[in-house]
């Protein structure tokens, strides 16, 4: 078996294998009982293990081939120089090298460390042209410009501020309260953020060295999560796979030197091949460049897709810790722990529920895109859209009545799965009023490609194939892409808009209803779970039925990156729902004020009928406090799937009066179904506030 022999001296040169190593420093494996260190005239002998590796070394960058060592920390290197009288490798000066690992490719010069030791492993980068120096507690005589706490608040780590996460675009904050091995700082690395996101920080044009900081937080074994991160377009890790670097709950940091910004903004990317990427803190260091502190933004600007847009909304708990709550949450009590007493107020609440549900359960629509045309040809609606320096088309079926208008729109996700989404008695009922139809077909948008891997749709080329979105956020942006084109034709009446759908198809009206204020009917059928039915409800009264997991386990209706957190398993136990700060029934107060007839088929278990029987009564709760009792109604029947029954057409044919024709004088809300009933009050342990005032939709 080979032998590398390290010879420490007193002027922190080092022999290796007899060659002289000014600062050379060399990572070892995690595995210590793999190392066999002795101190031998001054000299550390470690025996390494098959198959052989080359560590590169900062001299020439010459390459000495030698057996891998199981990989442990530098400070086991350290230790043992130490012990023999070498003293410690002077990493902290201007001729300590960047380094690649095993998990990173750099095209700057990087260096990793385990923060216990306070010392870095490097080696040269052969695509480095120069070297900088780096510690876990900063980047030797750089000054720092800038940190940040990933996911988390302020904290000091090693001498270093790290702010309250700033800067940050997309993501999912979290945090635990376990402790981290390999520091004195375990604040840093128990916050996070995961999924798809990106830092832009606004700093002076120069020359940086950058510390990412980062510990597995949730994954138990190795190749479970594997990521990318490039920093200003480069890639500098490549494959990044932390629990086999340090294994879990353990800190582990990567320093990357010579990064050179030019365009005003360090950027740094993260990108998924396993998993979502995560990332706990980045430190900038430089000898004169500085942060730019931007001016304050000005309040994004009500929409009539989002009324409460301009409302604050502070920074969200990570989910592992929020309370538990068996029952569903008060949707009156706002995140700072007030209850609205107004009806004023419900509109910045509602943007509360609005970010939380897109954080924790559905992935992020995006913001209305830069600039939407469209255009109407024969049965055609074709819609195009461009955002971000990118841009798609997509086309759905329209029929639209004899007249000159402006007509009233039902929208029915369809396009080839369950007809056209409107069946026939309901096209009937829309015919009758003189209500054009649109026939949409989700998949443009977003495809079903099962629970992993790249998604695919022109909702994903526009923003990205890991784009923190669901499904059903995905296919909302593209009924709301919809509504932007007949907002611009006079033919038809844009406030009058109507969505409906069955089964998976019914999941989707519900949430662009929820996601797009616009919308004045909802009607979901038999949508089942990732629709109506409650999350936390389904395992304890519908165990029989589809669990919440498969929403994002079968096909990604609902985001892995949020729910995940809170679901792992299709098992009735095990899971953390009753962490949700909101559930369904929260989803349905979006919807508030406006008309919503939950279709449903008590008859098949899979759909979770009680959870979504007591998440309508829930959410009519929020509806009788803001004064529109009646504008919520529920019918369930028993048949064959997604079938219509004669039971739906009366109470369909009111909603369609009411608000697709403005027909004030009919009556809604009523509640039925030939199923179980379950009391509400038994899962909710709030009341219905009297609020004063009037509900109006801000202006514009």
Not at 689 to 700: M, R, Y
């Amino acid at each position: 078996m080979a032998i590398l022999t390290i010879t420490a001296h007193t002027n922190s040169t080092f022999d290796v294998n007899g060659l002289e190593r000014q600062g050379f420093v060399l990572e070892i494996c995690r595995n210590s009982d793999r190392v066999d260190s002795r101190n031998i005239s001054g000299t550390s002998i470690f025996k390494p293990v098959a198959p052989p590796i080359k560590i590169k070394t900062n001299i020439n960058s010459q390459v000495i081939p030698v057996n891998t060592l199981s990989k442990c920390y530098l400070a086991a290197l350290v230790a043992s120089l130490v012990a023999c009288g070498g003293g410690q490798p002077s990493v902290g000066s201007s001729s300590s090298s960047s380094s690649s690992s095993s998990s990173s490719s750099s095209s700057s010069s990087s260096s990793s460390s385990s923060s216990s030791s306070g010392v870095s492993s490097s080696s040269s980068s052969s695509s480095s042209s120069s070297s900088s120096s780096s510690s876990s507690s900063g980047s030797g005589s750089l000054s720092l410009v800038y940190a940040i706490n990933v996911g988390g608040s302020a904290v000091t780590v090693d001498g270093i501020k790290y702010e309250e996460d700033r800067f940050g675009r997309g993501g999912t904050p979290n945090s635990v309260t376990t402790a981290i091995d390999g520091t004195a700082g375990d604040a840093l690395y128990q916050s996070e953020k995961y999924g798809v996101f990106s830092y832009e920080i606004p700093v002076t044009n120069s020359t940086y060295d950058v510390k990412l900081s980062f510990a597995e937080l949730y994954v138990s074994a190795a190749g479970a999560r594997l990521f990318n991160v490039s920093i200003e377009g480069r890639e500098v890790i490549s494959s990044l796979d932390i629990f086999s670097e340090v294994g879990k709950f353990t800190a582990y940091d990567q320093t990357f030197t010579d990064i050179v910004v030019a365009d005003d903004s360090l950027t740094i990317e993260v990108e998924a091949i396993t998993e979502n990427p995560t990332l706990s803190g980045i430190a900038l260091f430089s000898a004169n460049g500085k942060l730019v502190e931007p001016p304050p933004p000005p309040p994004t600007p009500k929409t009539a897709e989002n009324p409460g847009a301009d409302c604050t909304v502070g920074t969200l708990p990570g989910a592992s810790s929020l309370p538990e709550s068996a029952n569903l949450p008060d949707p009156f009590t706002k995140l700072d722990g007030t209850r609205i007493t107004n009806k004023s107020q419900w509109w910045c609440r509602r943007q509360e529920i609005l970010k939380q549900a897109y954080n924790y359960i559905y992935g992020e629509k995006p913001t209305p895109p830069e600039s939407v045309s469209g255009s109407i040809s024969g049965n055609t609606l074709t819609v195009n859209v461009s955002d971000k320096g990118k841009s798609v088309s997509f086309t759905a079926t329209i029929n639209t009545p004899s007249g000159s208008g402006p007509f009233p729109v039902m929208i029915g996700y369809g396009g080839g799965f369950f007809g056209t989404g409107i069946p026939a008695q309901l096209q009937t009922i829309l015919n009758k009023y003189n209500i054009a139809t649109i026939s949409y077909n989700p998949y443009d948008l977003g495809a079903e490609n099962g629970g992993s891997g790249p998604k695919a749709g022109k909702f994903y080329d526009l923003y990205g194939s890991n784009h923190s979105a669901g499904l059903l956020a995905a296919w909302g942006w593209g009924v709301s892409r919809i509504i932007d084109v007949l907002e611009k034709d006079p033919r038809f009446n844009a406030t009058r808009v109507g969505a409906t759908g069955c089964s998976r198809f019914g999941k989707g009206p519900f949430i662009a209803s929820a996601f797009d204020a616009r919308i004045a009917l909802s009607i979901p059928v038999e949508s089942g779970i990732g629709g109506v039915p409650a999350l936390r409800l389904v395992p304890r009264i519908d165990s029989g039925g589809e669990q919440p997991y498969h929403a994002m386990s079968y096909e990604r209706w609902l985001n892995p990156g949020s729910l995940g957190a809170f679901t792992n398993s299709n098992n009735t136990s095990g899971h953390q729902l009753n962490k949700l700060p909101i559930d369904t029934h929260s989803i349905i107060g979006l919807i508030a004020p406006r008309g919503l007839l939950v279709v449903d088929n008590p008859s098949i278990a899979n759909l979770d009928a009680n959870s979504a029987w007591v998440a309508t009564r829930a959410g009519q709760m929020i509806y009788d406090g803001l004064g529109f009792g009646s504008n919520v109604g529920y019918m369930g029947a028993g048949g064959e799937h997604c079938a219509w029954r004669s039971q739906y057409s009366a109470p369909a044919e009111a909603f369609v009066r009411k608000f697709l024709t403005g027909d004030d004088s009919v009556t809604t809300g009523s509640f039925a179904t030939s199923g179980s009933q379950p009391n509400v009050s038994s899962y909710v342990n709030w009341t219905v506030p009297n609020l004063s005032g009037q509900l109006t939709v801000p202006a514009q």
